[in-house]
């Protein structure tokens, strides 16, 4: 299941971050890669530690921790610090891979299942041509250009590929989330539940069978969550 996060980073948010970017000193992108991804993967991305990557990083945690949809469909357990990446010019796509399942967060050295892979976007999509991200899925591949400030979330266990930039560049903030609830499809009928349950609650306002199953959802998430 796709999920597409709507405005993560706010207008001025986006502009900091966009102004931080401006002359960052960008990296070979396959110093992260695993041994597969590496040999596909012809990006840039910013030094773990330099100021421009923790401006963004810290907007981007910033923008999750308030963004309602994020926490009920990730159910986050842990966040990999995220990272920050640029597509154009000779590094300009990164081919079919799967993402490593377990990542040492730079910091702490702690392992971080990866559950859930999401990318924010921070480049306008007017601004450049190509750099859709194609998650595979059984029923075909989509592809995935999202407004500057919304991000996509994806389940990790999909092989996935960002197309070629033609033109222009594609600035984004990409991380991954441990999920408290491992499954896949746990979480995403967890995720369905509670959605349900706020439409009932904002068509109908609080009653009985909204307690009860707000009770269950909370059942549930105890049974198969792992804090
Ligand atoms: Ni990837």
Redesign the pocket.
């Known amino acids: 299941m796709l999920i597409t996060l709507p405005r993560v980073l706010d207008a001025d948010d986006l502009r900091a971050a966009r102004a931080a970017l401006a002359g960052a000193p960008w990296d070979d992108g396959r110093d992260s890669a695993g041994a597969q991804?590496a040999q596909v993967k012809h990006n840039q991305q910013l030094p773990h530690d330099c100021v421009a990557a923790i401006d963004v990083r810290q907007r981007v945690l910033r923008g999750l921790d308030r963004h309602p949809q994020f926490l009920m469909a990730a159910l986050p357990k842990r966040v990999f610090a995220p990272r920050v990446n640029r597509y154009s010019g000779a590094t300009n796509h990164?081919g079919n891979?799967v993402?490593n399942a377990i990542r040492f967060a730079p910091d702490s050295g702690q392992r971080v299942r990866t559950d859930l892979?999401c990318t924010v976007f921070l480049s306008d999509p007017r601004d450049y041509n190509g750099g859709e991200l194609v998650v595979q899925e059984p029923n075909g591949g989509e592809r995935i250009k999202l407004a500057a400030g919304d991000a996509v979330l994806y389940p990790g266990t999909h092989v996935?590929q960002v197309l070629p930039v033609t033109r222009g560049e594609r600035l984004a903030c990409f991380f991954w989330v441990e999920s408290m609830v491992r499954s896949h499809e746990q979480r995403r009928l967890l995720y369905e539940m509670d959605l349900a349950l706020m439409q009932l609650r904002t068509r109908h306002g609080e009653s009985a069978e909204t307690v009860a199953l707000t009770g269950t959802y909370h059942n549930l998430l105890r049974m198969w969550a792992d804090t």
Do not use: Q
Request: hydrophobic share 15%.
């Open positions: 991804a990164y891979h993402d892979s996935h």
